[in-house]
């Protein structure tokens, strides 16, 4: 039963990453600019508040993500009771779930002339999910309504990512209008779940009970739990090594109005710890019980279903290397600066995993003096039209707290919405602002 095991450990762990995180691109991070981690998004920011900041380790910055542009929780779920088929006429031909998150565990950034640079350790971690509206109608409904027909079950994707990253990034200008910014990132895999083939067809004959198709699927892993041992070394992941870049340029056409571009997670991780892959390649056929129609997810079989589709798929197991690639996303943003104290932008993020979701960003920040800065923003996301976000940062003496969110709804009520992000953290500001009293 070790496939079974370890595929009940995938789904486990996905879940609970996806539970447990709040939300995808950040898009007002940028613009609260006196915040140390913009320069995340945003590798041309210069601030002048500060020539020196050094993140409080563990707590300058923690981020949740969730996005879910399918449905929303309580869309599910109403009365704690499970209602799926609430949303499963709903879904489209593909859906996703994405979810995540980062800690610094530490950062510095620090001024020498014109030149920023900014050092930092974190961890991050993602999940995605790419799923079919047949996929859930067929596990919640069973393979009933699929009689005399195919399911579609190509390129249902699962990709999990959890690594640790040291990163080094220069900020400089090259002229009067023109800056650019880059960051070499060192990466330690920890843990990965990958699909890299994802080709299926199921049929269900007229009488519900055959079933015939093909199936092309390879799923690669590394460091998931398993019943050896964990050791000391497994935690730095020293044996997964792999190396990514950000890189970024604004172009300023007047003191007031510039434009700038930033493409980041540009990089991937050589899998070499704790590999286990699962290939299934083709044709197949069974007679017998799968799922009867109108399942209790409750109160299903579930060992007896992961039995029929390991007995059905019969994958081949080997423990081959292999490379995973980040996800890139590209930030494309505009500012004008209406009075010294006052900045309008909009900007357009792309998010770029097996296709290109965009998600587009109208606001403004506002400073009060040295201390505070806020900034409100509205953004459109794929599935969700009306996202509120804002945040602010306030400054006292030599500490700095901030708060920022793109869905202000998302991070009192993350079940009423589709999608729901937060950073927050506290970093430790020296130096006197170039524009102070």
């Known amino acids: 039963m070790l496939v079974s095991k370890k595929i009940l450990t995938i789904i486990y762990i996905f879940l609970l990453g996806s539970v447990s995180a709040f939300a995808q691109q950040e898009m007002t991070l940028q613009f609260l600019t006196w915040v140390p981690q913009a320069g995340y998004t945003d590798l041309t920011l210069q601030p002048d508040h500060y020539k020196k900041s050094i993140g409080v380790p563990f707590i300058s910055s923690i981020q949740l993500y969730y996005l879910n542009p399918a449905f929303k929780y309580n869309g599910l779920v109403h009365d704690n009771v499970v209602q799926p088929n609430n949303v499963i006429p709903k879904l489209k031909k593909y859906n996703q779930l994405y979810s995540g998150g980062s800690i610094d565990l530490f950062s510095m950034r620090f001024k020498t002339e014109k030149t920023y640079f900014q050092v930092s350790l974190r961890d991050v971690w993602s999940q995605r999910f790419v799923y079919t509206s047949d996929l ?39 002229n009067d209008r023109f800056i650019i910014g880059v960051r070499g990132k060192f990466l330690m895999g920890l843990t990965n779940v990958t699909t890299q083939d994802s080709k299926n067809t199921l049929y269900t004959a007229p009488d519900g009970l055959s079933l015939s198709g093909h199936s092309q699927f390879t799923l690669l892993t590394s460091g998931l739990i398993n019943d050896d041992q964990i050791k000391a070394g497994d935690l730095f992941g020293f044996q997964n090594l792999g190396a990514a870049a950000d890189v970024g340029g604004r172009y300023k056409f007047s003191d007031k109005f510039s434009i700038a571009a930033n493409v980041t997670n540009l990089g991937f991780i050589n899998w070499k710890k704790d590999v286990k892959n699962y290939r299934v390649n083709g044709d197949y056929t069974y007679t017998g019980y799968i799922m009867h129609d109108s399942a209790d ?130 970093n430790l500001l020296m130096g006197k602002a170039e524009t102070a009293d």
């Open 136 to 174: 859930a109608n067929l596990v919640w409904n069973g393979n009933a309504s699929f009689a005399g027909k195919s399911a579609n079950l190509n390129n249902i994707r699962v990709a999990m990512n959890y690594y640790r990253e040291l990163a080094f990034g220069v900020t400089k200008s090259v």
């Open 297 to 426: 997810i409750a109160n299903a079989d579930w060992q007896n279903i992961v039995d029929t589709l390991e007995t059905i798929f019969k994958p081949k197991e080997d423990k081959k290397s292999y490379k995973s690639w980040l996800t890139p996303t590209v930030y494309v943003s505009g500012n004008y600066l209406l009075r010294p104290d006052l900045n309008l932008y909009s900007s357009v993020a792309l998010d770029i995993y097996h296709g290109v979701r965009p998600t587009f960003t109208l606001g403004a920040t506002q400073s009060f003096g040295q201390r505070i800065q806020a900034t409100l923003s509205y953004s459109l996301t794929p599935s969700s039209y009306f996202n509120l976000g804002g945040g602010f940062v306030v400054r006292g003496g030599p500490v700095q707290f901030y708060i920022v969110t793109d869905n202000i709804i998302g991070v009192f009520d993350p079940y009423a919405v589709k999608y729901a992000n937060v950073r927050v953290g506290i």
